[in-house]
């Protein structure tokens, strides 16, 4: 289970709304004052995430609560959204140079670049289809007693 802290921005009668800020590893890093991939990280700020959760208890505006995702659901997530354009890609550069090997390679570019851009459309559907968003969307796991900030093993695990 992957773990996540976030704090509760707005509550809707079927769930809470939960923020989650974006993390880099580039201000723990040693070589962050000279290495040029810290310097365009600070430039871009991170942006906070919104998810929708559904909780089993009451909770109130700016309570933090931990919710978790399935390792399995995230690498699932990760092939579909990486490998699959990818190998299409390749596969069709491939076929298309084996089968028609004089075609000029601009074509052959634009046909690999379709179909990578239809392994994407195919991910993203994949994820919004009604039997798959279950899959994805992240589980409630417990929440802090109070307002405060506290750390990860402080926080009461939630047991169906």
Not at 7 to 26: P, R, S
Not at 147 to 155: A, D, F, S
Request: glycine content about 4%; overall charge positive; hydrophobic content about 45%.
């Amino acid at each position: 289970m992957i773990e996540e802290m976030g704090t509760v921005v707005a509550i809707e009668d079927d769930g809470v709304w939960v923020e989650t800020q974006i993390k880099t590893t580039c201000s723990s890093c040693q070589a962050s004052e000279s290495c040029p991939t810290s310097t365009v990280a600070k430039a871009f700020s991170p942006k906070a995430n919104h998810v929708k959760l559904s909780v089993p208890c009451q909770l109130v505006v700016g309570q933090k609560v931990k919710m978790g995702i399935s390792e399995h659901a995230l690498l699932r997530a990760s092939w579909m959204v990486y490998m699959v354009p990818l190998l299409l890609l390749m596969s069709t550069v491939t076929m298309l140079s084996w089968i028609w090997p004089n075609l000029h390679e601009l074509l052959v570019l634009l046909f690999a670049s379709i179909s990578a851009i239809a392994g994407f459309w195919w991910a993203s559907s994949s994820a919004k289809n009604s039997r798959n968003v279950a899959k994805y969307k992240p589980i409630f796991l417990g929440a802090t007693q109070d307002l405060v900030m506290t750390h990860k093993n402080e926080i009461p695990t939630f047991k169906h």
